[in-house]
Each structure stands twice: as structure tokens, then as C-alpha cells.
């Protein structure tokens, strides 16, 4: 049984000047100890999936299921007993802890909702401080006193105070330096041996995904455009975007980088999404675009095993 | 030939409260016409401070020059007093900054932006700036500038802002373009599309590049030479193609193993640098990096390394990079020219 | 909940020096109005010596007398309480509203944020004073009904402020993952947020003190104040007719209002300056 099923999932916007799809029909599953990479760029709606999932923001349509029960109109009382399964860290970390709260309530904090005795807190906050790699005195210090990767720690200790199953990772690296980055990803891959956890693991930074992801859905308009092992969509990227975007990542190969240079880069700019183009959402930048693209909106559909792409012309 | 921008010795300390820190220790580098430097390293390193010095950009208090020389083609920018600055800043120094739509006047049309310093610094009259602005959002790869002319930043993507703004950067044929992370707030098509306008302008146009950034694939997309910096110091130099073959500081070794690289093997961890990058009041005496280097020996500590050249056009200031020069005799010969 | 190191804060206050000074002065008029009781029993308001007697003329009055031969310095020292308690009281009050109708409207946002914000608008169009004014005089005149009528008119800055910090706060990252955990809209409203939204209310709130001040000193100038009661805006008032010739009697209360409203907003700009934390250097 899938840990988290996703089917048919829409969240839109109202805003003043028409309704924003965020997302426009998602469908995925995933599996216990899996990590799934969602990449995407801006406005693709990728944030805003993981914030539907952890039912933070209104499900217009769709439906969401954990382990097996459906969450998508929970009330707060059910949902309460659903929230120790999937839990979330974000990406700023210093907007993701309370300014005015120790680092030691902020991650008891989840505990304490839960009920627990204070002695049983006091011992799984220490717990958690030496898992993630922090020294016991940060119980007491405030968020301000640590660096950004140390801050990023913190956010994972109490994403998984309550010992969730799947943790979704709303680009965890992304305001980090280089060598932090590298830190915290290797820690979290440390967690997921240790606890068995599942990541959704949410980036604009493929380099970073393809390295921690087993499963990879590439995001765009609201939609998911092809899904794939890490390695199928790296060595054999079936839509045009998710060979675009493959193409646009600089590497650190400067020969590498010489060759690519002769391949013009993807032209255009996102289409707005309170107007999203007709058909096909990426036909108005695609190179190969043909006039059923205008007119028929491709579906994903199954290509080979565990690959799926939404594209009329993709092989 | 001289160095269209040719930096001396520069520093750059930090008044504050609690002491004067080092921020920018006697970092130097040329930068020569048509040619991009990559100037590398993490928060903290200073490379955002060295940026503003070259500018005479730097908020004061805290941030000062106090030592060292900014010669562009010959003539010293600190030297200069503010209002000859003034007219050095844009006419043949810009700068463009990572927050395309905070760079620039929200409550001004683009078009007016770009008119307004064009008139600035050239002897155009309005029409004839008018016509230059036009033709500079053409170049930049605008579509449709006459009807982009009179839009507001807030309605333009992050990066068409980012465009406008090298438009003004350009606008004055001036001599040094300085870029500070300019694409890292951009989605990583975006970032294709403004790489390749900058390496295409920096062709036609002939400008010298001082390209700043965290990103190594950045580095090897858009520049020929690059210094990494670690603490305020420069701790490497090398043409592009050899530094990511074979890095000889520990430090530059570290961020190239930490960054994740397409089609790597993916059981393996990143390598971690560990520990942090030291608080500036508190730096190690010898090198700074000893308390994070695998390879730091008893010398490491107690004195700092000078930059030596391991070959020619590479500078590194480690202890340990001495003890590998038959891997850098043989990587020349394998990089070749 | 824990909070920052507050002798930090404290250093950074005293620093500065005009918020020491306004300390200081306040710290004189609080004692001056704790200890009236105590070096001027009895009522202030009765008659005790000659009328219309000026300052440092007799060693008993050191401040003089009024026209109907009241010590001033009697009637200065229990105004003061009055004055103080009528401030305060009514600045929490009106803190108490302000801050509970903001932190709804900026959190729920929507037909609330709507409904609190033309409320806040209607309280805001009419004129304060005359608002006071109509209220005491349908109420009564006492201390109780000033106080109502004061806070009634002094909150809607406190809300619209609140408001504005609460719809910043709750779009950070700390209040989604609060909810995330199943904490309750009142847990994070008052537990997570409010926290870190009083800093700028605080400010506010102490320069709400000054202006009760001020209304109440209107008020009683007027002659609608409490008459059982001294207060420095009914010494104004009962000196009006004195100004030609003992001037004093205005001119005293007078200054200790000036006084006391100048040293609240310097406390005021001293508590901005520490717990505004764009100003703080890093």
C-alpha cells in the first residue's frame, strides 16, 4: 500500500484579477522509504502541492490519502491523529522558527501538541539534538544564534519529533552555501537509512535531486509533465521541457560546458497562469511543437515501466 | 596589453561595535578587455564586499578601503574623490545585482531608467536617447521593446528585469562589467537565457567581466580565469579549465566534491566540508581554513600561507598544494591551451 | 515562553538618552503620585489657607494657592494620580480592544478582515475629543467613565498596527509548520504570533498613555471631569479665570502635563529603538 496517494489533486487561487491554478490535476503515489524528487521552476506549483498535501492550504478537488485513509476533508480532530504521519520542512529557516521561542520549544513543540509528559519531551528533544548533529546547550539558545545549515537542523528535528513516515522537503538547500548544502543532504540521506523515512523532496536544483532522488516528477503550469527513475530522466529525458531544463543546469565540467553552448537555451518566458496556454501548457516554448498541441492538451500516460511523460509527440 | 581592471592589494575592514575586522585581506587580480573572472566562494568570504569596493559602493559605515589599489585602465578608483566616482560609475564601471526587480525604481518606467542614465552619461539629447534605449532592449533580447519602454519593473519577470538593468549596464560602452550573483535568483532557464546574453554582449561589446557567485557550474558556463576566496583572502587562481581539473587547495577541493554533478554516482555522499566558515573577529592564526582542512599540518596552524605560483597562472596559498607538483606539470600538458 | 536577553534590551534602552531622562521624569511623577497620600493627607481638594496666594511666598504652599485658597502643590501631587492611573488605565484598555480586534482581522483575513476594518474606520471618523466628550457627558462625569471613553477612542491605531503584523506573521514558515503540527488558530494567534507582533504595540501603546493624558486633561479643563477628584486638567480649568493675574495656576499643572507627555514619548522612542528590530545592527 502506498504511503501517500495522490489523485486528481487541484488547488486554486482566487485573486483579484481571475482564478490561479496552482495545481491542475496531480496524481502520484508514493512508497514507503522512497524518495520522490518534484522539480520545477517558478510558478509550477510544486510549493504549493507539498503545502496541499499537508492539507495547509484549501483542496479545490482531488483527494489525498495517507497510508491508506483519505485526508482530504479531515476535520482538525482527525487530522490530528494523521499530522504525526507527514510532516514538512521549509525552506527559510530562519522564518521557520519562532524568533521569540528556544530552539528546545520549538522542537518540542509538535510533542507537546501530541500530549506527551514533559520528562518523555525533555528526553526525546535531547534525542533528536544529537540525531541531527546540534550540541544539547541549543535547547536554550534562540534561532538567530545559529547559522543557516545549523538552523536547517533544527527544522529537521522537529519535523521528525513525532517519527513521521514521509517528511516533504520544500527546498531544504536551496538558501544554503555549497558546502552546507552538502552537510544537511547527507544528513537527511543519514536519517532515511536510520528511520526509514519517505522524502518528497521539493527543488529547483536538479543537481541536488538526481542525487538524493530514487524517483523524479518534473513540474510545470500546475502539472506534472513526465515522472521517471533519477537515472531514466537524467540519461533519457522523454518531454521537451524536462530536456530543456536538463540542458540549462550549468555543470561543474568546463569542457562539458563548451560543448553544450552551441545548443541555443529555452526561449520565452513562463506563460502566465491566469492564462494559461490552451493545449499543451509548454507549447507556446516547445521546440517541436505541432498544431495537435494547440488545440489537445496531452495526457501522462505510461511509456515504460515507471515512466511517464504527457506529451503527443514524445516517444 | 594592460588589464582593462587591475585590483592591488586591496583591503577592506568592518567597524563595528565589537572590533575592526579584517574583511578583505590584500586581495588582488587583473581582469583584462573581453575576458570574464569568476570571483568564488561562500557567505562571508567577502567577494559581495570586494564587488561594492571596486565601485566605491561601500556602506560606510561600516564597510571601508583601507589599503590597496583599483586601477582601471591605469587610473586609481580610490584615489578618486566622490564626485569624479560619480562619473565613473556607469560611464566606465557598472554593476548589475542579484535582485533584479530591487535594482531598480519601482515607481519609473523601465524606458525612463534607461533614458535617465543614458542621458546621464552621454551627450545624447532626449530623442536620440530615446532611440539608444530602444536599441539597448533590442539588444538585450527584449521582445517588443516600444511597448515594454513604458512598463513598471513590478509587471516584468525576474528576468527581463535582469536584462533591463544589464541594458543600463551596457548603455554607456563602459569598460568593466561587475556581477554580482546575478543570476541567482533566477529560475535555471532564466539563467540559461542571461548567461548566454552576457557572454554574447561581452563578445560583441569587448568589456572586461568580474563575475562574483557561489555556483561552480556558473563558473565553468561563463568564465575563462577564477579566483576562490575564503575568510577575506584569495586562496586560488587558476584558468578555468585547470582549476576544475585538477583544484590544488584543500578548500576548492571541497566545494567541487560537495557539489552535486549530473550522472555521479549516486550511493555516494557529498563530501562534506565540515565545521563553519569562521567569524571574521575571530579568525585562526595561520591559514584560515586549518580548523576545516583534511590535509592541515603543524606549519598550517601557526603560519599563514602566502600566495605562491604553483605554475604559471596559478595561484595558491596552501602549505600542502607544494607537495603536488608533478600532478600540476602533468595536468598543464593535459589541458594543454 | 522564554524571552531575549532582557538586560540586553535593557542596556540598549539606557543608552540612549533621552529615554533615560524620560525615565527619570517619569520615575519622579510616579513617586510624586505614590507618596501624595502620604505628604498630603487628607482631600486636596479642601480649603487650607488664603486664596490666590503665589509660589514660594509662605513655606506651606511651596507652589501657592488657588482662588478658593486649595494648595496647588496638594491638588499637583494627587493629580498625578489621576492623571497616571486615568493613562494607563485607559491605554490598556484600549490595548486590550485594539490588540484583539487587530490580531482577528489580520489573521482570518477575509469577510472579517472586511467587517473589522470598516468597524476600525467608523471609530476612526469621528472626532476623538468630541467622541470623549459625548460619552462623559451621557455617562457622567467620573473617573471610571474617562477611562471608558478614552479607550474606546484610542484603539483603532493599536488594531490597525496589530493588523498589519499579523498579516506578515502569518505567512512565515513558523505558523505553517505550527499548524501543520495541529495547533489550534487561538494557540498560535496568542502563543505563536502575538509574541513576536507586541514589540511595535508596546510603542505605541506608551504613546497612547501620553495622548490619555491629554484627553483626560481636555476633558477636565472642560469642566466635565470628576469633581470629587484632582487632576491637572481640572487645575487648568479652575485657574482660567486667574490667568490675567495669578497665572500660576495654570502654568503649573501645565508644565507638569508638558512635562510628563514629553518624557512618555521619549520613553517611547527609547522602547522603538530597542525592540524594533530593523534598527539593531547584526
Redesign the interface.
Known amino acids: 500500500m502506498p504511503l501517500l496517494s495522490v489523485r486528481d489533486l487541484e488547488v486554486a487561487f482566487p485573486t483579484r484579477r481571475g482564478v490561479v491554478h496552482a495545481v491542475n490535476g496531480v496524481s502520484f503515489d508514493i512508497a514507503p522509504g522512497e524518495t520522490v524528487g518534484l522539480v520545477g521552476e517558478s510558478g509550477c506549483g510544486k510549493s504549493t502541492l507539498g503545502r496541499a498535501i499537508m492539507r495547509l492550504v484549501p483542496i479545490a478537488a482531488g483527494e489525498v490519502s495517507v497510508a491508506g485513509r483519505d485526508i482530504t476533508h479531515l476535520g482538525r480532530r482527525a487530522m490530528r491523529a494523521v499530522r504525526p504521519l507527514v510532516q514538512m520542512i521549509f525552506q527559510d529557516s530562519l522564518g521557520a522558527l519562532n524568533p521569540r521561542a528556544t530552539v528546545g520549544r520549538s522542537i518540542a513543540q509538535p510533542l507537546v501538541v501530541a500530549g506527551w509528559p514533559r520528562d518523555r519531551i525533555h528526553a526525546r528533544v535531547a534525542t533528536l539534538l544529537s540525531e541531527v548533529g546540534l550540541p544539547r546547550d541549543a535547547v536554550d539558545r534562540f534561532p538567530h544564534e545559529f547559522s543557516g545549515g545549523q538552523r536547517q537542523r533544527i527544522g529537521i528535528a522537529r519535523a521528525l519529533a513525532l517519527e513521521p513516515k514521509l517528511v516533504i522537503c520544500d527546498e531544504p538547500v536551496s538558501a544554503l552555501d555549497v558546502s552546507v548544502r552538502a552537510q544537511v543532504v547527507n544528513l537527511l540521506a543519514d536519517l532515511k537509512a536510520a528511520l526509514g523515512v519517505s522524502y518528497l523532496f521539493i527543488s529547483h536544483d536538479l543537481s541536488v535531486v538526481e542525487h538524493v532522488a530514487d524517483r523524479v516528477m518534473v513540474m510545470y503550469l500546475g502539472r506534472i509533465v513526465e515522472t521517471g527513475t533519477a537515472e531514466m530522466i537524467w540519461r533519457a529525458p522523454r518531454h521537451p521541457y524536462t530536456k530543456a531544463l536538463l540542458a540549462a543546469v550549468p555543470s561543474p565540467d568546463p569542457a562539458a560546458q563548451r560543448k553544450r553552448a552551441a545548443v541555443p537555451p529555452l526561449q520565452g518566458e513562463l506563460p502566465s497562469p491566469l492564462a494559461p496556454p490552451s493545449g499543451c501548457p509548454f507549447h507556446t516554448r516547445c521546440s517541436i511543437a505541432v498544431e495537435r498541441c494547440r488545440r489537445e492538451r496531452p495526457v501522462l500516460e505510461e511509456r515504460a515501466r515507471g515512466a511517464s511523460v504527457a506529451c503527443h509527440l514524445a516517444a | 596589453m594592460a588589464p582593462a581592471l587591475d585590483v592591488r592589494a586591496l583591503q577592506i575592514s568592518l567597524f563595528?561595535?565589537v572590533g575592526v575586522l579584517p574583511a578583505v585581506d590584500r586581495v588582488s587580480f587583473t581582469v583584462g578587455a573581453g575576458e570574464t573572472l569568476a570571483l568564488v566562494g561562500?557567505?562571508g568570504c567577502g567577494k559581495s564586499l570586494t564587488a561594492l569596493a571596486l565601485m566605491r559602493l561601500l556602506p560606510d559605515p561600516?564597510a571601508r578601503i583601507v589599503g590597496g589599489e583599483v586601477r582601471l585602465d591605469g587610473e586609481d578608483l580610490v584615489r578618486l574623490d566622490e564626485r569624479t566616482m560619480q562619473g565613473m560609475r556607469t560611464k566606465r564601471i557598472s554593476m548589475i545585482f542579484q535582485d533584479p526587480a530591487g535594482s531598480l525604481n519601482p515607481v519609473v518606467s523601465v524606458g525612463r531608467q534607461l533614458v535617465e542614465v543614458i542621458e546621464a552619461h552621454t551627450d545624447l539629447g532626449r530623442r536620440a536617447a530615446i532611440d539608444r534605449a530602444l536599441e539597448l532592449l533590442d539588444l538585450v533580447r527584449i521582445a517588443d521593446p516600444r511597448s515594454r519602454f513604458g512598463e513598471f519593473p513590478h509587471r516584468l519577470?525576474g528576468?527581463?528585469c535582469q536584462r533591463v538593468m544589464i541594458a543600463m549596464a551596457i548603455a554607456c560602452g563602459q569598460r568593466v562589467l561587475i556581477a554580482d550573483e546575478p543570476t541567482t535568483a533566477l529560475?535555471?532557464?532564466?539563467?540559461?537565457?542571461v548567461?548566454?546574453l552576457l557572454?554574447r554582449l561581452q563578445g560583441e561589446i569587448g568589456m572586461a567581466m568580474l563575475f562574483i557567485t557561489?555556483?561552480?557550474?556558473?563558473?565553468?558556463?561563463v568564465a575563462q580565469r577564477v579566483a576562490v576566496m575564503y575568510a577575506g583572502r584569495k586562496v586560488e587562481e587558476a584558468t578555468?579549465?585547470a582549476l576544475?581539473a585538477a583544484p590544488l587547495h584543500p578548500y576548492t577541493r571541497?566545494?567541487?566534491?560537495?557539489?552535486?554533478?549530473?550522472?555521479?554516482d549516486?550511493a555516494a555522499?557529498?563530501?562534506?566540508?565540515?565545521g563553519?566558515v569562521p567569524p571574521l573577529g575571530n579568525l585562526p592564526t595561520g591559514c584560515a581554513f586549518a580548523p576545516r582542512c583534511p590535509v592541515a599540518g603543524q606549519r598550517c596552524w601557526a603560519e599563514r600561507p602566502a600566495l605562491t605560483e604553483a605554475a604559471p597562472g596559478r595561484l595558491v596559498a596552501c602549505f600542502a598544494a607544494d607537495a603536488v607538483p608533478d600532478r600540476i606539470a602533468s595536468d598543464a600538458a593535459v589541458v594543454g591551451s | 515562553m522564554a524571552m531575549q536577553p532582557r538586560f540586553e534590551m535593557m542596556r540598549r534602552f539606557l543608552r540612549n538618552r533621552g529615554a533615560m531622562m524620560g525615565s527619570l521624569i517619569l520615575g519622579a511623577v510616579v513617586v510624586i503620585a505614590l507618596l501624595a497620600p502620604v505628604v498630603y493627607p487628607g482631600d486636596p481638594l479642601r480649603i487650607v489657607g488664603p486664596a490666590e496666594l503665589w509660589p514660594f511666598q509662605d513655606a506651606r504652599f511651596p507652589f501657592g494657592t488657588d482662588a478658593l485658597g486649595r494648595d496647588i502643590a496638594a491638588m499637583l501631587a494627587h493629580g498625578a494620580r489621576t492623571t497616571l492611573l486615568i493613562g494607563i488605565l485607559a491605554s490598556a484598555a484600549s490595548t486590550v480592544i485594539g490588540i484583539t480586534v487587530g490580531a482577528v482581522a489580520g489573521y482570518y483575513g477575509g469577510w472579517v478582515d472586511e467587517a473589522a476594518m470598516r468597524g476600525t474606520e467608523l471609530f476612526q471618523t469621528i472626532p476623538n475629543l468630541i467622541f470623549i466628550l459625548t460619552i462623559v457627558v451621557i455617562l457622567g462625569p467620573s473617573i471610571a467613565h474617562i477611562i471608558v471613553a478614552i479607550g474606546v477612542v484610542s484603539w483603532t491605531s493599536i488594531a490597525r498596527l496589530t493588523r498589519a503584523e499579523f498579516l506578515t506573521l502569518r505567512n512565515r514558515d513558523f505558523v505553517q509548520a505550527c499548524r501543520a503540527m495541529g495547533l489550534g488558530d487561538g494557540a498560535i494567534i496568542v502563543g505563536e504570533i502575538l509574541p513576536n507582533a507586541l514589540p511595535p504595540v508596546i510603542v505605541l501603546s506608551s504613546l497612547i498613555i501620553a495622548g490619555a493624558v491629554l484627553f483626560e486633561s481636555a476633558v477636565s479643563f472642560l469642566g466635565l471631569g470628576d469633581p470629587n477628584v484632582a487632576s491637572w486638567g481640572k487645575l487648568i480649568g479652575d485657574g482660567r479665570e486667574l490667568i490675567r493675574t495669578s497665572w500660576y495656576v495654570c502654568t503649573i499643572p501645565g508644565l507638569a502635563i508638558v512635562v510628563t507627555v514629553l518624557s512618555l514619548n521619549l520613553i517611547g522612542d527609547g522602547l522603538n529603538d530597542v525592540l524594533n528590530p530593523r534598527l539593531r545592527d547584526r
Open positions: 563595528t561595535r561562500e557567505s561600516p519577470s528576468g527581463m529560475d535555471v532557464t532564466v539563467q540559461a537565457q548567461l548566454a557572454q557561489h555556483d561552480l557550474g556558473v563558473v565553468a558556463q578555468v579549465d576544475f571541497g566545494l567541487l566534491a560537495a557539489t552535486p554533478k549530473a550522472g555521479e549516486r555522499r557529498l563530501t562534506e566540508i565540515p563553519m
